[in-house]
């Protein structure tokens, strides 16, 4: 080899062992997701990207599985441990089923968090509830109550029966419900967070009871498709859809009426947060009662005895601003 040969030959072997060191320094950080194909965690995958952005040094695998189990959610999981990453940041199918495999990860040295659908204590360093539970629980019962000034029945459609957030919140909202005497609770239904379930829920919920007044679903995809089967039977303005959804999502049935008001906090601050979380506590802030964790321009989150942390408060959305915010997310 002649020495010129030689030189570039060294040179590109160091270039490249430079662009692998490079790449070996990125901190991985996996976003698993209930489900994939679920518009909120889509508006979630781009405030992580906003994050790893600003950070610089870090790569997003936003992932989750077909279906909204926790069997879907344990494979995906193995993989991401298989595969080394630094991070797993979980929104939980069920927040037990997934503990045993997400302590695996943690013993391997990958930093584990849940947002918005939490892991129980064991299977995570900490937990970022996107607002207070008990308030979303009030919001939610109170968004029904609000358009129902003679009282009468409603019903809760539901994502899956094994939830983490919204079983909570349906706890909160069950407690609640003395305060909101005309309001009557019928049933409690699971729509499993897919739309097609979501849609026969809602038909068996408005055929099983002639008198309800208010459809209330806490989850994005279930408040969309209660909202088209009220519509498709011809109850706009007889029965109220609410709940939590995405204005992007929600503006055909807020301009229909099917919907008169809804709310949701915003999804891709809390993407964003929870990015900001597994970095640094990847790199090395506590996880302890009390710590307080920086979450770029969110501020800081502060670990509860429970190692928890929440958000914002929800915001409402209806005829008078839905058009300002459904390009948004
Ligand atoms: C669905 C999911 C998610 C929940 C929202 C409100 O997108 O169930 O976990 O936070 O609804």
Request: no cysteine.
């Amino acid at each position: 080899m002649s020495i010129l040969k030689k030189i570039l030959t060294s040179a590109a072997v160091a270039t490249a062992l430079m662009a692998t060191t490079a790449a070996a320094e990125n901190v991985k950080i996996a976003i698993v997701v209930k489900a994939l194909g679920i518009g909120f965690f889509e508006a979630a995958n781009k405030g992580a990207e906003e994050a790893a952005k600003e950070l610089g040094d870090v790569e997003i695998i936003y992932t989750g599985p077909t279906d909204t189990t926790a069997e879907g959610q344990i494979e995906v999981l193995n993989a991401l441990i298989a595969q080394g990453v630094d991070a797993i940041a979980i929104s939980a199918n069920d927040p037990d089923a997934v503990a045993p495999t997400l302590q695996k990860a943690m013993e391997r040295g990958i930093t584990v968090i849940s947002w918005d659908s939490g892991v129980a204590k064991e299977g995570r360093q900490m937990h970022l509830n996107p607002s207070s539970s008990a308030l979303i629980g009030n919001t939610i019962i109170k968004l029904a109550a609000d358009n129902m000034p003679d009282g009468g029945d409603v019903a809760i459609l539901s994502a899956t029966s094994t939830s983490t957030n919204q079983n909570i919140w349906i706890e909160e909202a069950k407690k609640v419900l003395p305060n909101y005497p005309g309001i009557n609770l019928v049933a409690t239904v699971y729509g499993d967070d897919l739309a097609d379930k979501s849609y026969r829920e809602a038909q068996g919920l408005i055929a099983t009871y002639p008198n309800l007044k208010a459809i209330i679903a806490p989850t994005t995809v279930g408040i969309l498709a209660a909202s088209q089967a009220v519509t498709d039977a011809g109850l706009i303005g007889k029965v109220n859809v609410t709940g939590l959804g995405l204005p992007s999502e929600m503006a055909g049935a807020v301009e229909s009426g099917a919907t008169v008001s809804f709310a949701i906090w915003n999804p891709i601050d809390l993407g964003y947060a929870a990015t900001m979380l597994a970095y640094n506590i990847k790199k090395g802030a506590t996880t302890e009662a009390g710590a307080s964790i920086p979450m770029g321009r969110m501020g800081a989150a502060t670990l509860d005895e429970n190692g928890e942390a929440a958000m914002s408060d929800p915001f409402t959305y209806d005829k008078s601003n839905i058009a300002e915010f459904k390009s948004i997310f």
